[in-house]
Protein backbone atom coordinates (compact mmCIF):
# COMPACT_ATOMS: atom_id res chain seq x y z
CA UNK A 1 0.00 0.00 0.00
CA UNK A 2 2.15 2.32 0.97
CA UNK A 3 4.98 1.93 -1.64
CA UNK A 4 1.96 0.94 -4.67
CA UNK A 5 1.24 4.94 -4.38
CA UNK A 6 4.86 6.49 -4.75
CA UNK A 7 7.11 5.80 -7.31
CA UNK A 8 10.11 2.94 -7.13
CA UNK A 9 12.33 5.39 -8.45
CA UNK A 10 12.77 9.47 -8.13
CA UNK A 11 16.03 10.89 -9.01
CA UNK A 12 16.58 14.71 -9.69
CA UNK A 13 18.97 16.81 -11.27
CA UNK A 14 22.36 14.58 -11.32
CA UNK A 15 25.51 16.53 -11.88
CA UNK A 16 28.86 14.06 -12.36
CA UNK A 17 31.93 15.24 -13.67
CA UNK A 18 35.38 13.68 -14.57
CA UNK A 19 38.03 16.05 -13.53
CA UNK A 20 36.64 18.91 -15.92
CA UNK A 21 34.73 16.98 -18.25
CA UNK A 22 30.85 17.60 -17.10
CA UNK A 23 29.61 14.50 -18.62
CA UNK A 24 26.05 14.59 -16.67
CA UNK A 25 24.56 18.29 -15.91
CA UNK A 26 21.36 17.91 -14.10
CA UNK A 27 19.33 14.62 -15.15
CA UNK A 28 16.25 13.49 -13.47
CA UNK A 29 14.22 10.42 -13.70
CA UNK A 30 10.64 9.32 -12.55
CA UNK A 31 9.68 5.19 -12.53
CA UNK A 32 6.55 4.31 -11.22
CA UNK A 33 6.17 0.64 -10.91
CA UNK A 34 5.96 -1.38 -13.96
CA UNK A 35 7.89 1.80 -16.20
CA UNK A 36 10.18 0.58 -18.96
CA UNK A 37 12.41 3.59 -19.53
CA UNK A 38 14.64 3.64 -22.43
CA UNK A 39 17.79 5.55 -22.58
CA UNK A 40 19.23 6.31 -25.65
CA UNK A 41 21.76 9.33 -27.28
CA UNK A 42 24.97 8.81 -29.02
CA UNK A 43 28.44 7.58 -27.83
CA UNK A 44 29.97 9.85 -24.43
CA UNK A 45 26.52 11.24 -24.39
CA UNK A 46 26.47 10.11 -20.22
CA UNK A 47 24.03 7.19 -20.72
CA UNK A 48 26.32 4.42 -18.55
CA UNK A 49 27.25 6.78 -16.55
CA UNK A 50 23.54 8.50 -15.30
CA UNK A 51 22.67 4.53 -15.20
CA UNK A 52 25.80 3.64 -12.64
CA UNK A 53 25.09 6.75 -10.69
CA UNK A 54 21.90 5.25 -9.55
CA UNK A 55 22.96 2.08 -7.99
CA UNK A 56 26.25 4.37 -6.89
CA UNK A 57 29.18 2.61 -9.02
CA UNK A 58 29.32 6.02 -9.79
CA UNK A 59 29.64 8.18 -7.17
CA UNK A 60 27.53 11.56 -8.20
CA UNK A 61 28.82 14.69 -7.45
CA UNK A 62 25.10 15.96 -6.83
CA UNK A 63 21.39 15.23 -6.85
CA UNK A 64 18.54 13.73 -4.85
CA UNK A 65 17.98 9.94 -4.93
CA UNK A 66 14.29 8.46 -3.67
CA UNK A 67 14.89 4.53 -4.35
CA UNK A 68 12.77 2.02 -3.59
CA UNK A 69 11.14 3.86 -0.81
CA UNK A 70 14.14 5.63 0.58
CA UNK A 71 15.97 8.92 0.62
CA UNK A 72 19.79 8.22 -0.12
CA UNK A 73 21.23 10.44 2.75
CA UNK A 74 24.86 12.46 1.51
CA UNK A 75 27.30 14.59 3.60
CA UNK A 76 29.73 16.93 1.96
CA UNK A 77 33.07 15.68 1.97
CA UNK A 78 36.60 17.16 2.69
CA UNK A 79 36.70 17.59 -1.50
CA UNK A 80 33.49 19.97 -1.37
CA UNK A 81 31.75 16.89 -3.09
CA UNK A 82 29.03 15.05 -1.89
CA UNK A 83 28.78 11.48 -0.58
CA UNK A 84 26.31 8.69 0.43
CA UNK A 85 27.05 8.92 4.25
CA UNK A 86 25.93 6.02 4.92
CA UNK A 87 27.70 2.85 2.80
CA UNK A 88 25.22 0.14 4.41
CA UNK A 89 22.46 2.28 3.00
CA UNK A 90 24.46 1.97 -0.13
CA UNK A 91 24.42 -1.97 0.13
CA UNK A 92 21.31 -2.35 0.87
CA UNK A 93 19.73 -0.08 -1.93
CA UNK A 94 21.78 -1.92 -4.22
CA UNK A 95 20.87 -5.42 -3.48
CA UNK A 96 16.90 -3.79 -4.57
CA UNK A 97 18.52 -2.56 -7.77
CA UNK A 98 19.33 -5.84 -10.08
CA UNK A 99 22.53 -4.33 -12.67
CA UNK A 100 22.71 -5.87 -15.78
CA UNK A 101 25.99 -5.32 -17.65
CA UNK A 102 27.61 -4.91 -21.15
CA UNK A 103 30.07 -7.64 -20.63
CA UNK A 104 27.77 -9.69 -18.44
CA UNK A 105 30.34 -10.02 -15.82
CA UNK A 106 29.66 -13.60 -14.40
CA UNK A 107 31.86 -14.77 -11.90
CA UNK A 108 33.97 -17.24 -13.69
CA UNK A 109 35.06 -18.87 -10.64
CA UNK A 110 31.30 -20.19 -10.17
CA UNK A 111 28.87 -22.26 -11.84
CA UNK A 112 25.97 -20.66 -13.14
CA UNK A 113 23.71 -21.86 -10.38
CA UNK A 114 26.24 -20.71 -8.01
CA UNK A 115 26.43 -17.45 -9.90
CA UNK A 116 22.77 -16.85 -9.16
CA UNK A 117 22.24 -17.69 -5.78
CA UNK A 118 25.72 -15.74 -4.51
CA UNK A 119 23.76 -12.93 -3.51
CA UNK A 120 20.64 -14.51 -2.50
CA UNK A 121 22.76 -16.24 0.31
CA UNK A 122 25.63 -14.44 1.32
CA UNK A 123 24.12 -10.81 0.87
CA UNK A 124 20.52 -11.14 1.53
CA UNK A 125 20.98 -14.51 3.93
CA UNK A 126 18.30 -16.19 2.27
CA UNK A 127 18.41 -20.07 2.94
CA UNK A 128 20.57 -21.85 1.33
CA UNK A 129 17.70 -24.77 -0.35
CA UNK A 130 14.98 -21.89 -1.28
CA UNK A 131 17.59 -19.54 -3.08
CA UNK A 132 18.62 -22.65 -5.34
CA UNK A 133 14.84 -23.21 -6.19
CA UNK A 134 14.11 -19.98 -6.61
CA UNK A 135 17.56 -19.71 -8.88
CA UNK A 136 16.92 -23.07 -10.86
CA UNK A 137 13.20 -21.25 -11.71
CA UNK A 138 14.65 -18.39 -12.93
CA UNK A 139 17.05 -20.17 -14.50
CA UNK A 140 14.70 -22.09 -16.61
CA UNK A 141 12.45 -19.25 -17.22
CA UNK A 142 15.40 -17.41 -19.35
CA UNK A 143 16.14 -21.17 -20.57
CA UNK A 144 19.24 -22.31 -18.95
CA UNK A 145 18.00 -25.00 -16.46
CA UNK A 146 20.35 -27.84 -18.30
CA UNK A 147 23.15 -24.95 -18.08
CA UNK A 148 23.01 -24.53 -14.03
CA UNK A 149 26.43 -26.61 -14.09
CA UNK A 150 28.47 -25.20 -16.37
CA UNK A 151 30.95 -22.35 -15.99
CA UNK A 152 30.33 -19.37 -17.67
CA UNK A 153 33.19 -19.57 -19.61
CA UNK A 154 31.57 -22.67 -21.65
CA UNK A 155 28.26 -20.28 -22.43
CA UNK A 156 27.78 -18.71 -25.72
CA UNK A 157 27.65 -14.88 -24.93
CA UNK A 158 23.80 -14.98 -25.57
CA UNK A 159 23.64 -17.23 -22.29
CA UNK A 160 26.15 -15.78 -20.48
CA UNK A 161 23.72 -12.42 -20.31
CA UNK A 162 20.66 -14.43 -19.88
CA UNK A 163 22.04 -15.98 -16.85
CA UNK A 164 23.56 -12.60 -15.54
CA UNK A 165 20.05 -11.16 -16.35
CA UNK A 166 18.56 -14.40 -13.85
CA UNK A 167 21.18 -13.62 -11.21
CA UNK A 168 19.71 -10.02 -10.85
CA UNK A 169 16.17 -10.99 -10.91
CA UNK A 170 17.50 -13.27 -8.02
CA UNK A 171 17.39 -10.63 -5.19
CA UNK A 172 13.81 -9.91 -6.25
CA UNK A 173 14.69 -6.28 -7.50
CA UNK A 174 12.77 -3.65 -6.89
CA UNK A 175 13.97 -1.78 -10.56
CA UNK A 176 16.22 -3.67 -13.29
CA UNK A 177 19.11 -1.66 -14.99
CA UNK A 178 20.07 -2.42 -18.13
CA UNK A 179 23.35 -1.10 -19.80
CA UNK A 180 23.17 -2.05 -23.41
CA UNK A 181 22.44 -5.64 -22.66
CA UNK A 182 23.07 -7.10 -26.21
CA UNK A 183 25.84 -4.60 -27.45
CA UNK A 184 28.41 -6.99 -27.06
CA UNK A 185 26.73 -10.02 -28.30
CA UNK A 186 27.07 -11.38 -32.20
CA UNK A 187 23.62 -10.13 -34.00
CA UNK A 188 21.83 -13.36 -34.14
CA UNK A 189 22.23 -13.67 -30.61
CA UNK A 190 20.81 -10.50 -29.83
CA UNK A 191 17.51 -11.38 -30.24
CA UNK A 192 17.42 -14.47 -27.81
CA UNK A 193 18.30 -11.80 -25.25
CA UNK A 194 15.35 -9.58 -25.99
CA UNK A 195 13.28 -12.00 -26.06
CA UNK A 196 13.97 -12.26 -22.31
CA UNK A 197 13.76 -8.85 -21.22
CA UNK A 198 10.61 -8.79 -23.64
CA UNK A 199 9.02 -10.88 -20.83
CA UNK A 200 10.09 -8.75 -18.28
CA UNK A 201 8.72 -6.31 -19.18
CA UNK A 202 5.57 -7.60 -19.96
CA UNK A 203 5.30 -8.60 -16.13
CA UNK A 204 5.40 -5.50 -15.35
CA UNK A 205 8.60 -5.65 -13.44
CA UNK A 206 10.51 -1.86 -13.06
CA UNK A 207 13.14 -1.59 -15.54
CA UNK A 208 15.57 1.27 -17.06
CA UNK A 209 17.45 -0.10 -19.76
CA UNK A 210 20.33 1.76 -22.39
CA UNK A 211 19.86 0.69 -25.32
CA UNK A 212 20.96 1.04 -29.05
CA UNK A 213 18.41 -1.44 -30.06
CA UNK A 214 15.66 1.37 -31.57
CA UNK A 215 12.84 -0.24 -32.47
CA UNK A 216 13.38 -2.63 -29.59
CA UNK A 217 12.94 0.17 -27.35
CA UNK A 218 10.29 1.39 -29.28
CA UNK A 219 8.28 -1.66 -28.55
CA UNK A 220 8.67 -2.26 -24.93
CA UNK A 221 9.45 1.38 -23.33
CA UNK A 222 6.34 3.30 -21.40
CA UNK A 223 8.76 6.13 -22.02
CA UNK A 224 12.15 7.25 -23.68
CA UNK A 225 14.61 9.58 -22.75
CA UNK A 226 17.24 11.22 -25.47
CA UNK A 227 20.80 12.66 -23.82
CA UNK A 228 22.90 14.46 -25.25
CA UNK A 229 25.66 16.03 -23.98
CA UNK A 230 24.97 14.96 -20.01
CA UNK A 231 21.22 16.65 -20.58
CA UNK A 232 18.00 15.63 -21.15
CA UNK A 233 17.13 16.42 -24.75
CA UNK A 234 13.84 15.01 -25.09
CA UNK A 235 11.53 12.83 -23.02
CA UNK A 236 8.60 11.17 -23.46
CA UNK A 237 6.44 7.99 -24.60
CA UNK A 238 7.87 6.59 -27.57
CA UNK A 239 5.61 7.26 -30.21
CA UNK A 240 6.41 10.49 -29.70
CA UNK A 241 10.46 10.65 -28.82
CA UNK A 242 10.46 8.22 -32.23
CA UNK A 243 7.67 9.59 -34.10
CA UNK A 244 7.11 13.16 -33.40
CA UNK A 245 10.30 14.13 -31.32
CA UNK A 246 10.89 18.01 -31.01
CA UNK A 247 14.39 18.61 -30.40
CA UNK A 248 16.00 18.42 -33.81
CA UNK A 249 19.20 16.27 -32.08
CA UNK A 250 16.84 14.06 -31.45
CA UNK A 251 15.68 14.24 -34.94
CA UNK A 252 18.40 13.55 -36.31
CA UNK A 253 19.67 10.85 -34.21
CA UNK A 254 16.78 8.80 -34.85
CA UNK A 255 16.65 9.19 -38.60
CA UNK A 256 20.50 8.46 -38.70
CA UNK A 257 20.24 5.20 -36.69
CA UNK A 258 17.07 4.23 -38.52
CA UNK A 259 18.65 2.71 -41.94
CA UNK B 1 77.01 -48.24 -7.74
CA UNK B 2 76.37 -48.81 -3.83
CA UNK B 3 72.96 -48.00 -2.32
CA UNK B 4 73.74 -51.00 0.70
CA UNK B 5 74.04 -47.71 3.57
CA UNK B 6 70.41 -47.15 2.90
CA UNK B 7 68.98 -49.43 5.43
CA UNK B 8 71.36 -48.73 8.16
CA UNK B 9 70.59 -44.93 7.32
CA UNK B 10 67.33 -45.33 7.10
CA UNK B 11 66.01 -43.78 10.14
CA UNK B 12 68.14 -40.45 8.80
CA UNK B 13 67.18 -40.40 5.59
CA UNK B 14 63.12 -40.66 6.54
CA UNK B 15 63.25 -37.97 9.36
CA UNK B 16 65.44 -35.66 6.58
CA UNK B 17 62.72 -36.26 4.30
CA UNK B 18 60.03 -35.70 6.87
CA UNK B 19 61.79 -32.78 7.61
CA UNK B 20 62.05 -31.61 3.81
CA UNK B 21 58.45 -31.98 3.79
CA UNK B 22 57.52 -30.21 7.02
CA UNK B 23 59.84 -26.78 6.08
CA UNK B 24 58.15 -26.73 2.74
CA UNK B 25 54.01 -27.33 3.87
CA UNK B 26 55.19 -24.72 6.67
CA UNK B 27 56.82 -22.17 4.79
CA UNK B 28 54.57 -22.39 1.91
CA UNK B 29 51.09 -22.71 3.87
CA UNK B 30 52.15 -19.84 6.22
CA UNK B 31 53.76 -17.68 3.74
CA UNK B 32 50.62 -17.96 1.72
CA UNK B 33 49.19 -16.38 4.31
CA UNK B 34 50.95 -13.57 4.83
CA UNK B 35 50.96 -12.99 1.22
CA UNK B 36 47.21 -12.30 1.20
CA UNK B 37 48.10 -9.74 3.50
CA UNK B 38 50.97 -8.48 1.59
CA UNK B 39 48.54 -8.31 -1.43
CA UNK B 40 45.73 -6.69 -0.18
CA UNK B 41 48.00 -4.19 1.57
CA UNK B 42 49.76 -3.52 -1.70
CA UNK B 43 46.47 -3.03 -3.84
CA UNK B 44 44.42 -1.01 -0.85
CA UNK B 45 44.32 2.38 -0.44
CA UNK B 46 46.19 2.76 2.97
CA UNK B 47 49.12 4.45 2.32
CA UNK B 48 51.08 3.54 5.55
CA UNK B 49 50.57 -0.37 4.67
CA UNK B 50 51.12 -0.39 0.71
CA UNK B 51 54.56 1.42 1.99
CA UNK B 52 55.18 -1.35 4.31
CA UNK B 53 54.14 -3.96 2.70
CA UNK B 54 55.77 -2.99 -0.58
CA UNK B 55 59.38 -2.54 1.77
CA UNK B 56 59.04 -5.60 2.80
CA UNK B 57 58.44 -7.59 -0.43
CA UNK B 58 61.70 -5.43 -1.86
CA UNK B 59 63.72 -6.11 1.06
CA UNK B 60 62.94 -10.28 1.43
CA UNK B 61 62.90 -10.33 -3.03
CA UNK B 62 65.95 -8.24 -3.46
CA UNK B 63 68.36 -10.14 -0.90
CA UNK B 64 69.66 -13.78 -1.08
CA UNK B 65 67.57 -16.36 1.17
CA UNK B 66 71.33 -17.69 3.00
CA UNK B 67 72.10 -13.81 4.10
CA UNK B 68 68.30 -13.64 5.46
CA UNK B 69 68.26 -16.94 6.99
CA UNK B 70 71.95 -16.11 9.03
CA UNK B 71 70.17 -12.87 10.12
CA UNK B 72 67.39 -14.34 11.30
CA UNK B 73 69.20 -17.37 12.84
CA UNK B 74 72.41 -15.24 14.41
CA UNK B 75 70.70 -11.79 14.68
CA UNK B 76 66.85 -12.11 16.08
CA UNK B 77 68.65 -15.44 17.16
CA UNK B 78 70.60 -13.77 19.75
CA UNK B 79 67.65 -11.26 20.96
CA UNK B 80 64.83 -13.30 21.70
CA UNK B 81 66.50 -14.16 25.43
CA UNK B 82 65.90 -10.31 26.11
CA UNK B 83 61.92 -9.97 25.16
CA UNK B 84 60.63 -10.38 28.60
CA UNK B 85 58.25 -13.43 29.58
CA UNK B 86 59.43 -15.40 26.21
CA UNK B 87 61.90 -17.80 28.31
CA UNK B 88 59.68 -18.93 30.67
CA UNK B 89 57.01 -19.16 27.51
CA UNK B 90 56.00 -22.98 25.73
CA UNK B 91 57.58 -21.59 23.02
CA UNK B 92 60.68 -21.34 24.03
CA UNK B 93 62.38 -24.94 23.56
CA UNK B 94 61.39 -24.45 20.13
CA UNK B 95 63.07 -20.90 19.62
CA UNK B 96 66.64 -22.30 20.33
CA UNK B 97 66.49 -24.72 17.34
CA UNK B 98 67.79 -24.11 14.20
CA UNK B 99 64.58 -25.39 13.09
CA UNK B 100 62.65 -22.80 14.26
CA UNK B 101 64.93 -20.14 12.49
CA UNK B 102 64.92 -22.21 8.93
CA UNK B 103 60.97 -21.86 9.34
CA UNK B 104 60.73 -18.79 9.27
CA UNK B 105 63.04 -17.51 7.12
CA UNK B 106 61.56 -19.81 4.20
CA UNK B 107 57.94 -18.35 5.32
CA UNK B 108 58.96 -14.51 5.45
CA UNK B 109 60.78 -15.08 2.23
CA UNK B 110 58.00 -17.17 0.47
CA UNK B 111 55.56 -14.73 1.43
CA UNK B 112 57.24 -12.24 -0.13
CA UNK B 113 57.11 -13.47 -3.48
CA UNK B 114 53.63 -14.72 -3.44
CA UNK B 115 53.17 -11.24 -2.24
CA UNK B 116 54.28 -9.69 -5.00
CA UNK B 117 52.61 -12.27 -7.31
CA UNK B 118 49.07 -12.02 -5.95
CA UNK B 119 49.03 -8.23 -6.48
CA UNK B 120 49.86 -8.80 -9.43
CA UNK B 121 46.38 -11.38 -9.95
CA UNK B 122 44.66 -8.93 -7.91
CA UNK B 123 44.75 -6.24 -10.64
CA UNK B 124 44.36 -8.68 -12.97
CA UNK B 125 40.67 -9.28 -12.00
CA UNK B 126 38.47 -7.48 -14.38
CA UNK B 127 37.29 -4.64 -13.17
CA UNK B 128 33.03 -5.63 -14.44
CA UNK B 129 33.59 -8.81 -12.13
CA UNK B 130 33.86 -6.50 -9.07
CA UNK B 131 31.55 -3.93 -10.32
CA UNK B 132 29.42 -6.91 -10.61
CA UNK B 133 29.26 -8.09 -6.73
CA UNK B 134 29.35 -4.17 -5.55
CA UNK B 135 25.61 -4.21 -7.84
CA UNK B 136 24.35 -6.78 -5.63
CA UNK B 137 25.15 -5.23 -2.56
CA UNK B 138 28.29 -7.17 -1.07
CA UNK B 139 29.96 -4.74 1.10
CA UNK B 140 33.87 -4.65 0.17
CA UNK B 141 34.87 -6.92 2.57
CA UNK B 142 32.51 -9.46 0.98
CA UNK B 143 33.58 -8.51 -2.60
CA UNK B 144 37.29 -9.11 -1.51
CA UNK B 145 36.29 -12.72 0.34
CA UNK B 146 34.21 -14.19 -2.40
CA UNK B 147 35.18 -12.86 -5.77
CA UNK B 148 38.61 -10.72 -5.59
CA UNK B 149 40.58 -12.60 -3.90
CA UNK B 150 39.33 -16.20 -4.95
CA UNK B 151 39.90 -15.08 -8.58
CA UNK B 152 43.16 -13.89 -8.36
CA UNK B 153 44.62 -16.53 -6.64
CA UNK B 154 42.78 -18.63 -9.32
CA UNK B 155 44.64 -16.67 -12.10
CA UNK B 156 47.65 -16.95 -9.79
CA UNK B 157 47.36 -21.06 -9.84
CA UNK B 158 50.05 -21.81 -12.66
CA UNK B 159 52.19 -19.65 -11.52
CA UNK B 160 51.81 -20.91 -7.77
CA UNK B 161 53.27 -24.23 -8.82
CA UNK B 162 56.43 -22.97 -10.00
CA UNK B 163 56.81 -21.20 -7.10
CA UNK B 164 56.30 -24.52 -4.67
CA UNK B 165 58.96 -26.45 -6.47
CA UNK B 166 61.18 -23.58 -6.14
CA UNK B 167 60.63 -23.44 -2.44
CA UNK B 168 61.66 -27.27 -2.68
CA UNK B 169 64.67 -26.81 -4.17
CA UNK B 170 65.55 -23.99 -1.43
CA UNK B 171 65.14 -25.76 1.54
CA UNK B 172 68.45 -27.81 1.44
CA UNK B 173 69.93 -23.79 2.44
CA UNK B 174 68.51 -25.05 6.10
CA UNK B 175 71.75 -27.64 6.44
CA UNK B 176 73.89 -24.20 7.01
CA UNK B 177 72.14 -23.60 10.36
CA UNK B 178 72.40 -27.06 11.38
CA UNK B 179 69.01 -28.63 10.47
CA UNK B 180 68.82 -32.28 9.28
CA UNK B 181 66.88 -32.08 6.24
CA UNK B 182 67.26 -34.46 3.40
CA UNK B 183 70.29 -32.85 2.09
CA UNK B 184 71.93 -32.86 5.41
CA UNK B 185 71.38 -36.03 5.76
CA UNK B 186 72.76 -37.06 2.57
CA UNK B 187 75.88 -34.78 3.58
CA UNK B 188 76.44 -37.00 6.38
CA UNK B 189 76.05 -40.62 5.09
CA UNK B 190 78.34 -38.77 2.26
CA UNK B 191 80.96 -37.97 4.72
CA UNK B 192 80.75 -41.24 6.98
CA UNK B 193 80.59 -43.69 3.55
CA UNK B 194 83.06 -41.56 1.70
CA UNK B 195 80.24 -42.48 -1.14
CA UNK B 196 80.69 -39.39 -3.54
CA UNK B 197 77.58 -39.78 -5.94
CA UNK B 198 75.13 -42.28 -4.78
CA UNK B 199 73.53 -40.21 -1.51
CA UNK B 200 73.14 -37.61 -3.69
CA UNK B 201 71.17 -39.78 -6.60
CA UNK B 202 69.02 -40.49 -4.24
CA UNK B 203 68.10 -37.41 -2.90
CA UNK B 204 67.95 -35.74 -5.97
CA UNK B 205 65.52 -38.38 -6.71
CA UNK B 206 63.43 -37.83 -4.04
CA UNK B 207 63.50 -33.68 -5.19
CA UNK B 208 62.24 -35.30 -8.11
CA UNK B 209 59.20 -36.74 -7.26
CA UNK B 210 58.20 -34.33 -4.62
CA UNK B 211 58.48 -31.92 -7.30
CA UNK B 212 56.26 -34.41 -9.44
CA UNK B 213 53.37 -34.83 -6.36
CA UNK B 214 52.91 -30.73 -6.19
CA UNK B 215 52.52 -30.61 -10.00
CA UNK B 216 49.47 -33.20 -9.85
CA UNK B 217 48.19 -31.11 -6.67
CA UNK B 218 48.39 -27.98 -8.37
CA UNK B 219 46.99 -29.31 -11.44
CA UNK B 220 44.25 -30.76 -9.84
CA UNK B 221 43.72 -27.40 -8.46
CA UNK B 222 43.47 -26.00 -11.58
CA UNK B 223 40.93 -28.26 -13.28
CA UNK B 224 38.37 -28.10 -10.12
CA UNK B 225 37.21 -24.99 -12.14
CA UNK B 226 37.08 -26.01 -15.88
CA UNK B 227 38.50 -23.48 -18.30
CA UNK B 228 38.06 -23.11 -21.92
CA UNK B 229 41.27 -23.34 -24.01
N1 LIG C 1 35.92 6.84 -15.32
C1 LIG C 1 35.94 7.85 -16.22
N2 LIG C 1 36.93 8.76 -16.22
C2 LIG C 1 36.95 9.76 -17.11
N3 LIG C 1 36.02 9.97 -18.05
C3 LIG C 1 35.01 9.10 -18.11
C4 LIG C 1 34.91 7.99 -17.20
N4 LIG C 1 33.80 7.30 -17.50
C5 LIG C 1 33.23 7.93 -18.54
N5 LIG C 1 33.94 9.01 -18.92
C6 LIG C 1 33.59 9.96 -19.99
O1 LIG C 1 32.29 10.40 -19.76
C7 LIG C 1 31.58 10.56 -20.98
C8 LIG C 1 30.29 9.80 -20.92
O2 LIG C 1 30.57 8.42 -20.83
P1 LIG C 1 29.45 7.31 -20.83
O3 LIG C 1 30.15 6.02 -20.73
O4 LIG C 1 28.46 7.64 -19.78
O5 LIG C 1 28.80 7.48 -22.25
P2 LIG C 1 27.69 6.58 -22.94
O6 LIG C 1 26.59 7.49 -23.30
O7 LIG C 1 27.37 5.42 -22.10
O8 LIG C 1 28.43 6.12 -24.27
P3 LIG C 1 28.39 4.71 -25.04
O9 LIG C 1 27.18 4.73 -25.90
O10 LIG C 1 29.65 4.74 -25.86
O11 LIG C 1 28.39 3.64 -24.02
C9 LIG C 1 32.52 10.10 -22.08
O12 LIG C 1 33.09 11.26 -22.67
C10 LIG C 1 33.56 9.30 -21.36
O13 LIG C 1 34.79 9.42 -22.01
MG1 LIG D 1 27.77 3.27 -22.23
Redesign the pocket.
Known amino acids: MRLEARPALVVKDVHKS??T?K??KGISLEAAKGDVVSII????????????CINFL?IPDQGSFHINGEDVEFRTGRDGKSHPSNPRQIERLRSGLGMVF?SFNLWPHMTILQNVIEAPVHVLKVERKAAIEKAEALLAKVGLYEKRESYPAFLSGGQQQRASIARALCVDPAVMLF??PT?ALDPELVGEVLKVIRSLAEEGRTMIM?T?EMKFARDVSTRVMF?HQ?QVEEVGPPSQVFGAPTSARCKEFIAAGSH | MDFSWIIPYRELLLNGALLTCMLLVISVVLGFAIAIFLAIAQVGNNPVLRVAAKSYCTFFRGTPLLIQLWLIYYGLGSYLPYIPGLKGSFLWPLMREGLFFAAVALTLNFAAYQGEILRGTLLAVPKGELEAALAVGMRPSMVLRRIWLPRAIRIGLPTFAGEVILQLKATPIVFSVTVMDLYGAAYKIRQDTLLVYEPLILVAAFYVALTFLITQVFQRLENAVPARR
Open positions: YGLVLGSSGSGKSTFLREQDESVHLG
